[in-house]
């Protein structure tokens, strides 16, 4: 199997062209190879394929072989693999994707792309539509809601760009807290450090098993 590895922002995936290569099992195959010991290491696998409603489907499985909805990073990479190989001398491209169709703004320096635009749409942020499961306070939208994290509370706000995010202002980062963020399905995990969660199973769906999430990147600003 003929593979590309890429990233943005450091969020990297195992590209394949899905319109040339033949996997016979998607989510074993993405378990394999994304595992960063015996594997190449990746977030996940993206497979390009043709699409019959856009110019390209991103069909991407994470790290731990389930589907991924969209990934704006991945994305951007398939606007990059796409150009720079000859597959569409398009400027302005679509992609179809689980989290709907996408359209991204290549720009092009010395015959190869060198940065990619994504139109990633509206946000969604009512609650059962990202999902998550809101307490009595917060039916419209969960913006500012308390989450336990070690024994310290933060405040939570959920959104989603196609895959659902929870995003944290911290005012300080403890090294060997490991921060789970467990979301809906076709939503983002992310880990630091080597603790635990506190009450969070109560917002999640599904009881919050682990089962149900997928893995990605989360963003967390960090204030003075």
Do not use: Q, W
Request: net charge negative.
């Amino acid at each position: 199997m003929k593979f590309t590895k890429m990233h943005g922002l450091g969020n990297d995936y195992v590209y394949v062209d899905g319109s040339a290569e033949t996997i016979r099992n998607k989510p074993e195959t993405a378990v394999f190879i994304s595992d960063r010991h015996t594997g190449i290491g990746a977030d996940g696998l993206i497979i390009i394929n043709p699409s019959d409603v856009a110019d390209f489907e991103m069909e991407m499985y994470n790290a731990d072989g389930s589907r991924g909805e969209m990934c704006g990073n991945g994305i951007r990479c398939v606007g990059k693999y796409v150009y720079d190989r000859g597959l569409t001398d398009k400027e302005s491209i679509s992609v179809e994707t689980l989290g709907g169709i996408k359209y991204l703004d290549l720009e092009i320096e010395n015959g190869k792309v060198s940065t990619v635009t994504v139109d990633m749409g509206k946000p969604i942020l009512k609650p059962e539509d990202i999902p998550v499961i809101p307490d009595e306070k917060a039916k419209d939208m969960l913006v500012k809601s308390p989450i336990k994290v070690a024994g310290n509370e933060y405040l939570m706000t959920c959104v989603s760009m196609g895959n659902p995010h929870r995003g944290h202002p911290l005012h300080f980062f403890t090294v060997g807290v490991r921060i789970v963020l467990a979301l809906g399905k076709g939503g983002d995990m992310a880990m630091v450090g080597y603790d635990g969660i506190d009450d969070h199973d109560d917002i999640l769906p599904s009881g919050g098993d682990g089962n149900d999430f997928d893995e990605g990147v989360i963003i967390f600003v960090v204030t003075a």
